[in-house]
């Protein structure tokens, strides 16, 4: 299993950030457009919670792939987690934090993974799939920046 974490320093209260993290429209909007990342099922706008799915269907590596997660652990304004239920990994869990700095908020967010097929899977996570999935969540992190600090 393989851990990337990323973390940003927002410039807005927690629950702004909180709530933007977990709404389903920003998510779209805040991903590599090369993705053409879009909502298929599940909750398919607004904010996702507690016991929730969601199913998105993107391109990564010209492959098109869905991914159902479920929202499996919720404390509102400080974390939330969810979990694949279905999609390309053998598993993955992605773990938001949000930590209170007075007007600005610390956001942190943690993703596990395990690519399928064994050690092919076991070398695809390292050599490819744990700096993708860094971009990935340090882009996401600047796009949702900009966002709440317009918000506000």
Same mark, same amino acid.
């Given at each position: 299993?393989?851990?990337?974490?990323? +973390?940003? +320093?927002? @410039?807005?209260?927690?629950?702004?950030?909180?709530?933007?993290? @977990?709404?389903?429209?920003?998510?779209?909007?805040?991903?590599?457009?090369?993705?053409? +990342? @879009?909502?298929?099922?599940?909750?398919?706008?607004?904010?996702?919670?507690?016991?929730?799915?969601?199913?998105?269907?993107?391109?990564?590596?010209?492959?098109?792939?869905? =991914?159902?997660? #479920?929202?499996?652990?919720?404390?509102?304004?400080?974390?939330?987690?969810?979990?694949?239920?279905? !999609?390309?990994?053998?598993?993955?869990?992605?773990?938001?934090?949000?930590?209170? =700095? !007075?007007? #600005?908020?610390?956001?942190?967010?943690? =993703?596990?993974?395990?690519?399928?097929? !064994?050690?092919?899977?076991?070398?695809?996570?390292?050599?490819? =799939?744990?700096?993708?999935?860094? #971009?990935?969540?340090?882009?996401?992190?600047?796009?949702?920046?900009?966002?709440?600090? @317009?918000?506000?």
């Amino acid at each position: 299993m393989v851990t990337v974490s990323a +973390e940003i +320093e927002i @410039r807005a209260p927690i629950e702004l950030c909180f709530d933007m993290a @977990r709404n389903i429209e920003i998510h779209t909007q805040t991903v590599w457009k090369h993705t053409q +990342e @879009r909502v298929v099922a599940g909750r398919t706008s607004g904010l996702i919670g507690e016991g929730e799915t969601v199913t998105f269907q993107a391109k990564h590596f010209l492959i098109r792939q869905k =991914l159902t997660s #479920r929202v499996t652990d919720y404390i509102r304004p400080y974390k939330f987690v969810d979990e694949m239920k279905s !999609g390309a990994f053998k598993n993955m869990r992605h773990e938001h934090e949000f930590i209170d =700095l !007075g007007n #600005r908020t610390l956001m942190k967010d943690t =993703l596990y993974f395990e690519a399928p097929f !064994g050690i092919i899977g076991w070398i695809v996570e390292r050599v490819i =799939l744990k700096e993708y999935m860094k #971009r990935f969540l340090t882009f996401r992190n600047k796009q949702l920046k900009e966002i709440a600090e @317009r918000a506000i």
